[in-house]
Structure formats: structure tokens, C-alpha cells
């Protein structure tokens, strides 16, 4: 039988292993007898295992990240980053950025500099506007009691600002018949004062400027010209009175004044004094001007002094077609243009109305010339619709009213808009194109062999060479601007006409319509393939290759 010391002991060992279990009772004096009798001579005791604790204590969560997230030593980024020769790839590839940076700039600075990108010419108002000359007596409608004259010329200020209009010259505000009228006081049967001021406060909004019209008016009261045509010298008392008007009128906005060169006021000493007192109202943004109206093939001289550094007139305003009481021919016409185009601008700035009568087929084609001569266009009240003729129309801006068939007015409407689409796609171009606001200006002369007459190459044609030859030619001329080339090509004649390639080889060989008389030509096009046809005028912009446009 073993010794009960002996079995205590090996109970003791057997408790010890064997898992326990927590008391719920921890108060329970059996519980604390038990132990005691039971394990007082083993390490620790019953009590010290009771109060060590049953799980590990996690770390802190700032702890655990402070060690997942510690930053990496120089050596192990290098390890990271392929090592030391991660190094001079990066720096080889940083060279290689700066150098390819270096060459493109440097072949940028070639091609700018290769290029020839002419610098614009900074213009004023005048030089880029197109001008708008109407006389408000022709909106009085006699037969209502309604407004008319400057207040039908106010309502339809946005239709003319919608042509492109940046200006417009008022005729017929003054009594004529009144010598010397006053200025101050415009013709009651055209308006008051307060609307034609109303008139310039509204176009002024819309950026349209006013120009008054003196042409042919006895300002000083000196009557008709002497015999050599000159007028007397005018009295002081009455200059002083003109120039209490133009102050007058400038202060109410207006932005200048226009006068004949037929007139007492184009002389050195009158223009010299309205120069003075435009110079006071006139601003760097804002300049007021002096318009005259060319009556004769020349414009007088005023024989100034070299002294006098300022401009007298700023804006001269010549006609296209002599002033004839009948109407030209198309051979008449084409020799007007064509002395126009040859003759070499002088300094003053050009500005070009029809002037003479043609016949309705050409009207178009004059217009066209109109708007892309070098200057300011001037176009007359109606000239952007250009009425059929042998239709009886009256035009009250709102409305059309016709005499005839349902085909006629058909034919009419459809006439109208062909004619305003083509004003407004001559004046979009101009206003938005440099070469034909201020480029070079070329005049291309024709031959015989230049020319290849559809009609003749024909092989049906019977017309005779010498029928051909006498037909009025294709007059053309370039507006240039760098490399952009505007060709304008004038056909008055009563055949189509091929161009031959050979008759300008420094031209580009294609282009693109900008517009023509019939509004029926889109797209590319080559002068190669190119026939103008009868009574038409076209409009191309030409490209050269790997010109800027």
C-alpha cells in the first residue's frame, strides 16, 4: 500500500495539470478551506494562480502601426529603387527632357522667324468701318399720320447693325433753301431735336457712329462760286457761328462731319479751324472726324503749308462710275474700274460708293468691288438689296410691297435674300479678314493670252475672235496679307471666260470661295479648272502650302 504523503504529493501534480475551473461563488469558505488544505506546498499556491490573468494583453493599435509603418533607411529606398544605378537613368532622362524641351523651341524661334507674319496696322474707327449713307426723308410716309424720318431710321438700327454697319451719314437734316442755314436746327418735316439726340444716344449703345452731311450746303452765306470756281474769303461772324455748331453736335455724340470739295469749307483756313475744335472732343478711343466727298476725277489740291503737322481730312470719298445722267455700259464700266484700280492710292484714306448708274446685271458685281477696294465702303441706302428692275417696289425697311404676279414676287423675295446674303457674307469677311482691311493691294493686268474664252474654245462656237477680244475683259486684283491672298476676279463681259494657268504663275493654284455674285459657288476650288461666268465677280481665298491662315 503506498504512503499517504506519497499519494498526496502525486494528487497535488494530477490538479495541477488538469484544466480548472472558475468558481462562480468566489465567496464560498469551502472553496478557500480547500485550497488550502490542499496545495500549500507547491510553488505559487492555489492564490497565485487565481490572480495571474487568463489572456495576454494586445498591444497598443499606435503601437502595432509605428511598426508597420516605419519609414525606410537610405539604404533599403536604395534596394527599393534598383540601387545606385536607378540613379544616372534618372539623371540621363532629364537630360534627355531639356534637350528635346531646347530643340523644339528652337525650331519654333526657326519657324517664327522664317515665316513672314506681317504686324498688323492699328486702325481707327473710320478705317475699319463700313459706312451707311441714307437721308431720313425717304422713310416719311405722307399718306399716315405716323412717325417717320429719324424715328423709323431709330427703330431699324439693329437691321443695320446686322449688315455689318459701323457708321452712318445722315443727308437732308437742313434747310437748303435757308443761306446760311442754322446748323443748330434740323428740318422739322425729318424730325426734332430730341429724336435725332434720342438716334445718337441708341446708335451709340449698339456702337454705330453718326455722321452729320454739309455737302452742298452755303454755310457762310457766300452764294454761288466765281467763274475759276473759288468762293470769296469767309467772314469771321460766320465761321464763328459753324464752329458754335460743330461744338454743338459734338457735344451731343456726334462723330463727325461730312462736306463736298465743291464747297466753301474745303479750304486750308476753314479746315484748319474745324480741326481745332474737332481735336477737343476727340479722344485716342474715340476720334472725331472730317469726311469729304470727291465730286471730280480729281480731288483739289488745299495747298497746305509743310508746317502743319496735323491731317486736315481723314476719310476722302471717292465714286467708282463717273457721274453720268445715263446709263453705263458695260464697257464703260469696265474702263472706270479698271482706271480705278490702276491708279496708286494717295495718303489720305480711301473711301469708295458706286456713285455712277449701271445696269442692274452689274450691280452685284459693283458691290463686290465695293467691299473689297482698299478702304472704307460706303454704301448707299438699298444697295444691299439691289432691286430687279421693271418691278415696282418701294422698300420701308419692314416690309416689301410689289406690284405684279405671285411669280414676280416669288422672284423678287428670292432676288432680295440671294442679294442680302451676299452683303452680309462680303461685309462677315472683311470684318474679320486682315488682307482685306489693310493688305497689300495688287492689280493684275490681263492679255489677250491669258485669257481662254469658253465661247470660242468651244468646238460648236461660231463667234469670231475679233467678237471675243471685244468683250470687256476680266479685270482681278489681290488683297494680300502675309501668305493669305484674296483674289477678286471681275468678268463684265457677256461670255464666260477659263482662266489660263499660265497668266499668274506665282499665285496659288487653289483657294476657296468666299463669295460670288450668285451665292451658289462652295467649297475648294483651282484656278486651274476656274470659269468665270458672264456678269459675275468671285471672291477666293487663296492658300500657299504650309502657309498659315
Given at each position: 500500500m503506498e504512503q499517504p504523503e506519497a499519494v498526496v504529493a502525486k494528487n497535488s501534480v494530477i490538479d495541477a495539470v488538469k484544466p480548472r475551473k472558475m468558481t462562480l461563488n468566489a465567496g464560498d469558505?469551502?472553496?478557500?478551506?480547500?485550497?488550502?488544505?490542499?496545495?500549500?506546498?507547491?510553488?505559487?499556491?492555489?492564490?497565485?494562480?487565481?490572480?495571474?490573468?487568463?489572456?495576454?494583453?494586445?498591444?497598443?493599435?499606435?503601437?502595432?502601426?509605428?511598426?508597420?509603418w516605419r519609414p525606410l533607411s537610405k539604404e533599403e529606398l536604395e534596394l527599393a529603387a534598383g540601387g545606385p544605378g536607378w540613379r544616372k537613368i534618372r539623371s540621363r532622362l532629364v537630360l534627355l527632357f531639356w534637350f528635346l524641351w531646347l530643340a523644339m523651341l528652337g525650331t519654333s524661334i526657326a519657324i517664327i522667324m522664317k515665316s513672314p507674319r506681317p504686324i498688323a496696322m492699328p486702325l481707327q474707327w473710320w478705317q475699319k468701318s463700313l459706312f451707311y449713307q441714307l437721308q431720313p426723308a425717304l422713310f416719311l410716309d405722307t399718306q399716315t399720320d405716323g412717325p417717320g424720318g429719324i424715328s423709323v431710321v431709330c427703330d431699324h438700327l439693329g437691321y443695320l447693325k446686322s449688315l455689318g454697319t459701323g457708321a452712318l451719314i445722315l443727308e437732308g437734316l437742313f434747310h437748303k433753301e435757308v443761306s446760311p442755314p442754322e446748323l443748330t436746327v434740323i428740318d422739322e418735316s425729318v424730325g426734332t431735336l430730341p429724336e435725332i439726340q434720342h438716334l445718337v444716344t441708341e446708335s451709340n449703345k449698339l456702337g454705330l457712329k453718326i455722321v452729320l452731311d454739309f455737302c452742298q450746303l452755303d454755310l457762310f452765306g457766300l452764294g454761288a462760286q466765281?467763274?475759276?470756281?473759288?468762293?470769296?474769303?469767309?467772314?469771321?461772324d460766320h465761321s464763328d457761328t459753324v464752329q458754335y455748331a460743330l461744338r454743338f453736335w459734338l457735344e451731343q455724340g456726334i462723330a463727325g462731319f461730312s462736306v463736298c470739295d465743291t464747297d466753301a469749307a474745303y479750304s486750308e483756313q476753314v479746315l484748319m479751324d474745324w480741326r481745332l475744335v474737332i481735336n477737343e472732343f476727340s479722344t485716342q478711343d474715340d476720334e472725331r472726324i472730317v469726311v469729304v466727298k470727291q465730286t471730280g476725277d480729281v480731288l483739289p489740291a488745299l495747298n497746305t503749308s509743310s508746317s502743319i503737322n496735323t491731317t486736315l481730312v481723314e476719310v476722302v470719298m471717292r465714286a467708282i462710275l463717273p457721274p453720268k445722267p445715263h446709263v453705263l455700259s458695260a464697257q464703260e464700266v469696265a474702263a472706270a474700274i479698271e482706271t480705278h484700280l490702276q491708279t496708286s492710292r494717295g495718303d489720305i484714306w480711301p473711301s469708295w460708293t458706286v456713285g455712277g448708274k449701271a445696269s442692274h446685271d452689274l450691280q452685284k458685281l459693283l458691290l463686290v468691288l465695293l467691299m473689297t477696294l482698299p478702304g472704307s465702303p460706303v454704301v448707299q441706302y438699298g444697295e444691299e438689296l439691289t432691286p430687279t428692275q421693271n418691278v415696282t417696289v418701294k422698300m420701308d425697311w419692314s416690309q416689301w410691297q410689289v406690284n405684279g404676279t405671285s411669280k414676280v414676287i416669288k422672284d423678287q423675295e428670292r432676288?432680295?435674300?440671294?442679294?442680302?446674303?451676299?452683303f452680309h457674307s462680303l461685309s462677315r469677311s472683311r470684318a474679320r479678314e486682315e488682307a482685306l482691311l489693310s493688305g497689300s493691294f495688287t492689280f493684275l493686268p490681263f492679255n489677250t493670252t491669258g485669257l481662254l474664252s469658253a465661247a470660242s474654245s468651244s468646238s460648236n462656237s461660231t463667234l469670231s475672235p475679233a467678237r471675243v477680244v471685244?468683250?470687256?475683259?476680266?479685270?482681278?486684283?489681290?488683297?494680300?496679307?502675309?501668305?493669305?491672298?484674296?483674289?477678286v476676279l471681275l468678268n463684265l463681259g457677256s461670255t464666260p471666260h477659263a482662266l489660263d494657268p499660265a497668266w499668274a504663275p506665282s499665285l496659288p493654284e487653289g483657294g476657296v470661295f468666299v463669295a460670288c455674285t450668285g451665292m451658289d459657288r462652295l467649297g475648294s476650288t483651282s484656278l486651274e479648272t476656274l470659269t468665270v461666268r458672264p456678269r459675275e465677280a468671285i471672291v477666293i481665298k487663296l492658300f500657299e502650302t504650309g502657309s498659315y491662315s
Amino acid at each position: 500500500m503506498e504512503q499517504p504523503e506519497a499519494v498526496v504529493a502525486k494528487n497535488s501534480v494530477i490538479d495541477a495539470v488538469k484544466p480548472r475551473k472558475m468558481t462562480l461563488n468566489a465567496g464560498d469558505p469551502g472553496y478557500g478551506s480547500g485550497a488550502a488544505s490542499g496545495g500549500s506546498g507547491l510553488s505559487g499556491g492555489v492564490g497565485g494562480v487565481e490572480t495571474a490573468p487568463l489572456l495576454i494583453p494586445e498591444q497598443p493599435d499606435s503601437e502595432l502601426e509605428q511598426v508597420r509603418w516605419r519609414p525606410l533607411s537610405k539604404e533599403e529606398l536604395e534596394l527599393a529603387a534598383g540601387g545606385p544605378g536607378w540613379r544616372k537613368i534618372r539623371s540621363r532622362l532629364v537630360l534627355l527632357f531639356w534637350f528635346l524641351w531646347l530643340a523644339m523651341l528652337g525650331t519654333s524661334i526657326a519657324i517664327i522667324m522664317k515665316s513672314p507674319r506681317p504686324i498688323a496696322m492699328p486702325l481707327q474707327w473710320w478705317q475699319k468701318s463700313l459706312f451707311y449713307q441714307l437721308q431720313p426723308a425717304l422713310f416719311l410716309d405722307t399718306q399716315t399720320d405716323g412717325p417717320g424720318g429719324i424715328s423709323v431710321v431709330c427703330d431699324h438700327l439693329g437691321y443695320l447693325k446686322s449688315l455689318g454697319t459701323g457708321a452712318l451719314i445722315l443727308e437732308g437734316l437742313f434747310h437748303k433753301e435757308v443761306s446760311p442755314p442754322e446748323l443748330t436746327v434740323i428740318d422739322e418735316s425729318v424730325g426734332t431735336l430730341p429724336e435725332i439726340q434720342h438716334l445718337v444716344t441708341e446708335s451709340n449703345k449698339l456702337g454705330l457712329k453718326i455722321v452729320l452731311d454739309f455737302c452742298q450746303l452755303d454755310l457762310f452765306g457766300l452764294g454761288a462760286q466765281d467763274a475759276a470756281g473759288n468762293h470769296t474769303d469767309v467772314p469771321s461772324d460766320h465761321s464763328d457761328t459753324v464752329q458754335y455748331a460743330l461744338r454743338f453736335w459734338l457735344e451731343q455724340g456726334i462723330a463727325g462731319f461730312s462736306v463736298c470739295d465743291t464747297d466753301a469749307a474745303y479750304s486750308e483756313q476753314v479746315l484748319m479751324d474745324w480741326r481745332l475744335v474737332i481735336n477737343e472732343f476727340s479722344t485716342q478711343d474715340d476720334e472725331r472726324i472730317v469726311v469729304v466727298k470727291q465730286t471730280g476725277d480729281v480731288l483739289p489740291a488745299l495747298n497746305t503749308s509743310s508746317s502743319i503737322n496735323t491731317t486736315l481730312v481723314e476719310v476722302v470719298m471717292r465714286a467708282i462710275l463717273p457721274p453720268k445722267p445715263h446709263v453705263l455700259s458695260a464697257q464703260e464700266v469696265a474702263a472706270a474700274i479698271e482706271t480705278h484700280l490702276q491708279t496708286s492710292r494717295g495718303d489720305i484714306w480711301p473711301s469708295w460708293t458706286v456713285g455712277g448708274k449701271a445696269s442692274h446685271d452689274l450691280q452685284k458685281l459693283l458691290l463686290v468691288l465695293l467691299m473689297t477696294l482698299p478702304g472704307s465702303p460706303v454704301v448707299q441706302y438699298g444697295e444691299e438689296l439691289t432691286p430687279t428692275q421693271n418691278v415696282t417696289v418701294k422698300m420701308d425697311w419692314s416690309q416689301w410691297q410689289v406690284n405684279g404676279t405671285s411669280k414676280v414676287i416669288k422672284d423678287q423675295e428670292r432676288a432680295r435674300y440671294s442679294a442680302l446674303a451676299l452683303f452680309h457674307s462680303l461685309s462677315r469677311s472683311r470684318a474679320r479678314e486682315e488682307a482685306l482691311l489693310s493688305g497689300s493691294f495688287t492689280f493684275l493686268p490681263f492679255n489677250t493670252t491669258g485669257l481662254l474664252s469658253a465661247a470660242s474654245s468651244s468646238s460648236n462656237s461660231t463667234l469670231s475672235p475679233a467678237r471675243v477680244v471685244s468683250s470687256p475683259p476680266i479685270l482681278a486684283f489681290l488683297r494680300s496679307w502675309g501668305c493669305v491672298h484674296f483674289l477678286v476676279l471681275l468678268n463684265l463681259g457677256s461670255t464666260p471666260h477659263a482662266l489660263d494657268p499660265a497668266w499668274a504663275p506665282s499665285l496659288p493654284e487653289g483657294g476657296v470661295f468666299v463669295a460670288c455674285t450668285g451665292m451658289d459657288r462652295l467649297g475648294s476650288t483651282s484656278l486651274e479648272t476656274l470659269t468665270v461666268r458672264p456678269r459675275e465677280a468671285i471672291v477666293i481665298k487663296l492658300f500657299e502650302t504650309g502657309s498659315y491662315s
